[in-house]
């Protein structure tokens, strides 16, 4: 008897019997772990390669139309054709640039697709998400901390691996990552266990710890009222007033190992030396020196250092200003103000779903308390949502999709055919 062939054989079978759309979460959980931990050639490389074609796959044999029937992937696909195609039209830069936006927007598109794949089943596994989450900023926040301390503690600022690399940038990815990992563990009362308990704990000294070394302002916070308002849903949901005691317990322990480790009056003078970082310059100047197309923009294939505002006040200055650090004037200046009306619209979609259903009031408030958070941390940095994989995709599109999913689909679990019996493709 050839037990190893057969063997060889059960597990081959097993393999194939793997759903689709429980491999593209498991290759999202990768994808989420390498964007932290790897540089950015392995994780878009990993995006590119696995997770795009089994989007297609999932698109084809597996959906059955809810996909484009969803408003909020029709508006966001809309978003992209537009920027896509209008950068050709009021485009005045090389056609290379032109061509990149176009790549740029046929890559959101299709990236959106897998997210919407991704939150939506996601939403069925709520607790082993949250865990996951956790984990990924815990893992993420710990090795930022640990590559890059020796020159936190010389005066430096605190960057992580991968996405977040980049002060700004990680501590958002890292806020977002928590705040939603915190989001699915506690969502029902009573479902957490004690190393959920220890896992979020440990997860939010450790963020804010790495927020904190960054010495980036809006994220630190952005962070400080989001514990705020969480310390509160917690003690509403549970009945426990002293909740509220034991978070300004443990945001006295971070104070105090931060004035341990560098000093909280040298923290002080650092977050103040940098002053506004000419962010109030910089926005005043892209509202002075708007694109010569109010309504169209100046195309996304535009370098920003070929606008009137580079050239007429940033170039003179002597300062190097790559874009308007501000994700709405990022889309006025690209793409005009049917572009900000498009993207407005992306965030109003989720804030009106959560607010028309029938989730429970603490449920409704953590939710908008996501869509704040990515309002905050994408006021004074970034420039657009539409670009190939980049850290945004992790801090600005998560909260977007994952609230508008949880409020359209997740409230209506007992009646909505769609949640209840999924994408019953062909191959699914």
Known sequence: MDISGNFSMQRVSAITRIRPVNLQQVLFAVWLLLGVVTTEDVYRTF?????????????????EGLVWRDPFIRLFLLFCGYMSLTTWMVGSGPYEEDLQAFRWGLEAALGMLAYFFWAFYASRSEQLWGRCFLVLVLTGTIAGLVSSLPGVLQGGRLGGLGVMTHPIQGASVAIIFLATGLFLTFRERGKESLADILLAVFSILSVCIFVIMTKSRAPIASLAIYLSIFAVILGIQYRRPT??????????????LTDWAIGLDVLYKQ???????????????????PPETLLLGNGAGVDFRLTDAYRLYFQPMGLDIAHPHNIWLGA??????IGVLMQAGLVCLPVISVLRSRLNLSVKFHLLALVGLFLFLTFSDEYTLLRSVHPIWFFGWIPLIFVWVQARYCDRRATDNAWRNGYRGKSS
């Open 332 to 337: 006025f200046s690209e793409t005009g103000l």
């Open 271 to 289: 977050l103040l030396s940098r002053g506004a970082s000419y962010r109030f310059d910089i926005w005043t100047t892209y509202l002075t020196y």
């Open 243 to 256: 909740l509220i005691v034991v978070y300004g317990l443990v945001i006295g322990g971070i104070l105090l």
């Open 47 to 63: 995006f590119h390669v696995l997770i795009y074609p089994l989007t297609i796959y999932l698109l084809i044999r597996v959906d």
